[in-house]
């Protein structure tokens, strides 16, 4: 294979190649556009109109074997785990060195393209020959494409796209540390960015009946990343009211409550069919009123807010502490320190170990402590009030 430019017309996808793409396994461009933005890069070739692409030293090394392994290892081209050394900005230049000791292995050590296929994957995406992969990719952005579509079907994960089983595609296309790093999440949030966005129109695009969103129903106690995906909606359309952490608990179902009685739904507490359809295809986020959007610690205040009461005592209590060690090197201040030793008598061997340097730190303890205590309720009240705008705390 001639390496020396591995450039060809490098065209660009168009518009229509998504969908007609997609229709290959049963789905609209929606799908595709997630997977893309998920698992893609933004353009399927380099600022040299070069297949991107991206060698792994690691997958050589496994890909060989006796002397030619030990020249690669030799030449820095081949090591044993991944992460055990920095990856070039341009990974071109070692490829066409590892291709000097195995063209095959080489290129099936690097993952190609658009979807950043890995070159061993090569049949699944559709070609005979690795080379043929590679030269099918310098040409054309749909080839890259197109063998993404081919990966997915080989995988038997086109079914789990169609039905937006987000968890099974990831964990099979970026294998079992997808959670860790959130693929899952990730391709959820973008199949419902793309689901918003009118499609290019294509006389050959599924019913849009066929693209019904089909979520599990889910209700207290279910747990995963549909509950997650469940707040994440409701946060969007400002009726969450509390963590995204994947559990469904009392805070997610009196969200679900409140969005099914603002629309007219069966109230329930229960995120199935009808919930997530007008969740995801109908709803819009919630308009915040007046009087909640201009609301401030006196408006909470008047309201009868208990956290904001409490704050206000706390409050005073560190004031009267800052201001006890403002009066240091007086005579009210001694009394205070008094006071406090006849409290703290149970400290008392401890206090002794100071001696003289308690009339001195006295004072410094209750400035700060008291200032901390200030700064404390103070961000208590703050934090009351966005919960109160944001509708993540209305009672108290």
Known sequence: MNTELFIGAAKRLDDIDI???????????????????????????DSKNRPKMLFEPHIFYRNLSGQERLDAIEAGLAYRRWGEEAYPSDSYPRLVEAIEINE?????????????????????????????????FMDDE???LNAMVSFIIANGIDDDIREH??????RVYNGPAYAKHGYHTRLAA??????????TPWEGAPDPVDQALDYPTVRMGSKGWVVEHLQEELKRLGYHLGGIDGNFGTATRASILAFQADHDLKTDGIAGPRTWDVMENSARPKPVGESRATATTATLREKGSQTVVDADRGGIG????????????????????????????????????????MDTMWPLIFIGGGVAALWYFQKVKKDRVEDHKSGANMSR
């Not at 609209?28 to 998920?38: C, K, P, R, S």
């Not at 080489?106 to 590679?134: E, F």
């Not at 004031?319 to 403002?326: C, L, Q, S």
């Open 19 to 45: 969908p007609r793409i997609g229709s290959r396994i049963g789905v609209g461009e929606d799908e595709i556009h997630a997977f893309m933005e998920v698992e893609a890069g933004s353009s399927g070739f």
């Open 104 to 136: 095959d292995a080489a290129l099936m050590a690097a993952s190609w393209g658009l979807g950043q296929i890995l070159g061993t994957n090569y049949r699944s995406a559709g070609y005979n020959t690795i080379q043929g992969m590679i030269r099918s």
């Open 142 to 144: 749909e080839n890259h």
């Open 165 to 170: 089983r987000w968890e099974t595609v990831a």
């Open 190 to 199: 973008a199949y419902r960015k793309w689901a918003r966005i009118a499609d």
């Open 318 to 357: 560190a004031g009267i502490v800052a201001g006890t060690g403002a009066l240091a090197g007086t005579d009210v201040l001694l009394d205070q320190a008094e006071r406090a030793e006849g409290i703290l008598g149970r400290v008392q061997g401890v206090l002794g170990s100071f001696g003289g340097m």
